[in-house]
């Protein structure tokens, strides 16, 4: 049943299953020590992806903004992008400025590489920031490869050719929450490895209660770490779909760093490629035995719970890179997936899927790219799901269907703690899989008249 | 939403509106344009999507918002909106709210503009000279409906309420009621003028947020219909009077606890931190900071002549400053937007949510007991004992370690 990549059914979107790359990119920005997020349109696109960050996260988040007007839509909007970039100097005193364009600055042909090369020249006497751009208008692509394309940026216009040879391994995490970065650092370094994680959104995105105000969040992947890159020993990076041009290949094609590219490292098989290849990268022989431990327990934890879950259809959505992962996982604990769907395309979703439920899977979920909710419902209507996987956005569908919605991903906007759901390593699985067995043992008590005391 | 998918994916189901008939406002609807569209142009995908959604809808009249990349790319909204107006036989309106063209009242303006249209095409022979329009109003958790039904007590007939649980057939009558109640924010006040000048039916601003002001609100109402029902003012003055009989013993309770806390109010209009002034006096509590993004001079003296010696008035300030204010006066509850919230509490001050998220009513007398539960209910928790600017006085002193490990 695999396959079937063709887009969605209607002309009409309904309920989109994506949200658009410049949102992407402000938030891979924010994982970067000091940086301000500045998006170069117009005022509404800023405004609106903040409160949707935000409301995830429940952090204060700034992202600048050159505020484009009808004058600058018809004139260029360069000099509002050089006089934003100052202002936000004034304001926050960044260390980086990372801009990303919009379908407004795209459209009118505005050339940001320009741009930001007269503004160095027309300010050189200013202690300036470094500025990073990225080209993201939201008619191409989606959120993840706005992501992935502003850490692509980052690497590639930071690192520094003349970068001493360090023993520091880069890691891009991809859109993993914070908690998931600060458990790999602890991994990394567990096997003594010393990572620079870009971006680390783990403080940035996730701080603790504070006594005075900071205009930019304390935290992040230090810009100097960033251009030391070039230096780095290897790298590793996450994700079943990533662009040929990721941070990973750049490092590696620019200055012969050896990449490792994984999917998210979710259920044991991804978490054992996680951790094969930190054997390797460390020297260390097997791994050290708290995550041997780990693992055992997470085996014995899917023996005690592999009844509750097996041969429940699941559907699952979202963002590529995730519903890979997710697919994989759910493949290996016996719940059937049958519906996967994603509003990215042209990504060989369905080949990863595929390939990464090689063996455990024998009937593989149909595939469905560039599809909003509205498609995905008409799809899962004749497969009766039992069981949801996906951000917050399928919620009204999952409740349609009288099944619960483990939410995973981002947005989370309807509960509470998404930025500290882990979803990598034995720990992370361990976590997502105690979340579903509970939720279809929930599911099983609250629909029996008998309410038993034992399940 | 003609756009890109960002533009829609945004605004999907962010309000608090409740409908008591169909849930269409709760679905987002795009064109979704990609790199092709751009070049060749949206109009046909716009007709098509149209096309599809009003069939598989059966709406009652089509919005089309035009976005940054529409009023680039120079689609014909209006050419295409009349095309499948014709096909459909329902209303297609085209909004022009390209989002460079401005802030977001010339967005209130673009959508008045576009329901402007809808105005004055249906028959109003059977409404009665006791009639008003509810306009500004979004029905945030059945605020409208309160409203509403207090409206009614009065005698009054609600014609249309724009936009909270709206309806176009309502709409396209409006212009038979005999008064436009516009709500303080200007949303619908452009609509409100329209219809004032085209029909010649006035219009006057009111509030439904704190006793002073709604009970204003509806005095004003009846004030207007008085000669034509002499009875009108009694019927108000029994309904203001029953209703706060209602609410006062539960504010009462809130009050014992809340006496003496201080509150910091940062909104947008001067009028609404009137309006919070005065609720937070029936609570007991004074209001140490107070400011506005948009006040004037005048505004400004008159905060200063309300607020109690020492009350620390800001304009348009800054998170660093806020935070300054905060601190000096020790605020136990911030009352602001959506903004401010995260800032609130990343300080740890308790906060009240006042915008359009927000999922209890506070309009109407019950939102006034709604808004004490809900400043009772943040400035009561204990959690504010373990937040850094006040853990510090648990401390004892010499115990704080200032190195960083």
């Known amino acids: ?455 | 939403m003609h756009g890109p998918v960002g533009c829609a994916a945004y605004t999907w189901d962010i309000r608090g509106a409740l409908s008591s008939g169909r849930e269409l406002h709760r679905l987002s609807f795009t064109t979704d344009l990609r790199e092709k569209d751009i070049i060749f142009g949206g109009e046909p995908k716009l007709e098509a999507a149209l096309m599809e959604l009003i069939e598989r809808h059966e709406p009652k009249a089509a919005f089309v918002y035009s976005t940054c990349i529409v009023g680039l790319i120079g689609d014909d909204l209006e050419a295409v909106c009349r095309k499948v107006a014709d096909k459909t036989g329902i209303p297609v309106l085209p909004v022009q709210s390209e989002g460079f063209k401005g802030s977001k009242r010339e967005g209130y303006l673009a959508a008045c503009n576009a329901m402007f249209r809808l105005v004055g095409t249906a028959d109003v022979s059977d409404i009665p000279e006791l009639s008003v329009n509810i306009f500004g109003d979004f029905n945030i958790a059945g605020e409208t409906w309160i409203i509403k039904e207090y409206l009614e007590r009065m005698g009054l007939t609600v014609v249309a309420s724009v936009t909270g649980d709206g309806r176009v057939d309502d709409l396209r009558r409006s212009h038979g009621a005999s008064l436009n109640m516009v709500q303080c924010s200007g949303a619908t006040l452009d609509l409100a003028k329209m219809i004032e000048e085209k029909y010649g039916k006035p219009h006057c601003r009111v509030s439904w947020l704190g006793i002073e002001d709604m009970a204003d609100s509806l005095y004003k109402v009846a004030e207007f219909f008085a000669d034509k029902d002499p009875e009108i003012m009694a019927r108000t003055t029994e309904l203001v009077r029953s209703e706060l009989e209602g609410i006062l013993p539960g504010l009462a309770r809130y009050r014992k606890d809340l006496e003496g806390k201080k509150a910091a109010v940062y909104v947008g209009g001067a009028f609404k931190a009137f309006s919070l002034i005065k609720s937070f006096r029936h609570l007991g509590m004074e209001v140490a900071v107070v400011g506005s993004q948009t006040g004037t001079a005048e505004d400004y003296a008159e905060l200063a002549e309300v607020t109690d010696p020492g009350t620390i008035i800001v304009d348009d300030a800054n998170p660093l400053e806020l935070q300054e204010f905060i601190k000096e006066k020790d605020v136990d509850v911030f009352v602001g937007g959506v903004k401010e919230r995260p800032i609130a509490f990343k300080l740890g001050v308790g906060f009240c949510d006042h915008n359009h998220e927000r999922k209890i009513p506070l309009e109407g007398f019950v939102g006034m007991l709604n808004f004490a539960k809900e400043v009772h209910a943040s400035v009561m928790s204990p959690v504010w004992n373990f937040v850094p600017r006040r853990e510090k006085r648990h401390r004892n002193a010499g115990k704080e370690c200032s190195h960083d490990r």
């Not at chain 1, 202002?87 to 009118?108: H, R």
């Not at chain 1, 969040?217 to 960033?226: D, K, L, Q, R």
């Not at chain 1, 519906?339 to 090689?358: D, F, N, R, Y």
Request: charged share 25%.
């Open chain 1, 1 to 455: 049943m695999t396959g079937n990549p063709a887009s969605k059914n209607a002309v009409s979107t309904t309920n989109a299953c994506k949200l658009c790359t410049p949102l992407g990119a402000s938030l891979a920005f924010k994982g970067v020590e000091g940086a301000v997020p500045f998006l170069h349109g117009s005022q509404g696109c800023a405004t609106y992806m903040r409160r949707y960050i935000i409301s995830h996260f429940r952090e204060p988040i700034d992202i600048a903004s050159s505020a484009l007007g009808e004058k600058h839509a018809v004139y260029g909007g360069g000099p509002n992008l050089k006089k934003g970039i100052l202002n936000v100097m004034k304001k926050y005193s960044p260390s980086l400025v990372g801009v990303a364009s919009t379908c407004l600055t795209e459209t009118i042909g505005d050339d940001m590489g320009l741009i930001l090369h007269e503004f160095r020249n027309d300010f050189g006497d200013l202690d300036l920031p470094d500025v990073v751009h990225v080209s993201t208008p939201s008619y191409q692509g989606t959120h993840s490869d706005g992501f992935n394309r502003a850490v692509h940026a980052l690497v590639d216009q930071l690192a520094d050719p003349e970068a001493a040879k360090s023993e520091r391994v880069a890691l891009f995490p991809g859109m993993v929450s914070p908690a998931d970065i600060r458990l790999l650092k602890d991994i990394f370094r567990e096997y003594g490895l010393t990572p620079t994680v870009l971006p680390d959104i783990s403080e940035t995105l996730d701080g603790p209660a504070l006594e005075d105000y900071e205009p930019v969040a304390s935290g992040g992947t230090p810009v100097s770490e960033i251009k030391a890159l070039s230096g780095a020993a290897a790298s590793v990076e996450f994700g079943s779909c990533l662009p040929k041009d990721s941070a990973g290949l750049c490092l590696e094609k620019r200055f012969g760093i050896e990449n490792d590219r994984l999917r998210i490292p979710l259920g044991i098989r991804g978490a054992d490629a996680l951790h094969d290849v930190l054997c390797e990268l460390s020297g260390l022989e097997c791994m050290p035995r708290r995550y041997k431990l780990e693992r055992g327990r997470l085996v014995d934890a899917y023996v005690d719970g592999h009844k509750y879950v097996f041969g429940k259809r699941a559907v699952v959505y979202g963002e590529e890179n995730l519903v890979v992962a997710l697919t994989a996982f759910l493949a290996e604990i016996g719940v059937q997936p049958v519906l996967v769907g994603t509003g990215a395309e042209g990504k060989g979703i369905a080949a990863s899927i595929e390939a990464a439920c090689e063996g455990v899977l024998p009937e593989l979920p149909l595939v469905r790219e560039g599809v909003d909710f509205h498609d995905i419902a008409e799809e899962a209507e004749t497969m009766s799901p039992e069981l949801v996987l996906g951000n917050s956005k399928g919620q009204r569908y999952a409740r349609a269907w009288n099944a619960p919605l483990i939410r995973v991903g981002f947005p989370i906007h309807d509960r509470f703690g998404g930025q500290r759901l882990k979803t990598v390593s034995y720990e992370g699985t361990q976590e997502l899989y105690d979340r579903i067995v509970n939720a279809l043992i929930e599911k099983k008590q609250s629909d029996s008249p008998v309410g038993w005391g034992y399940i």
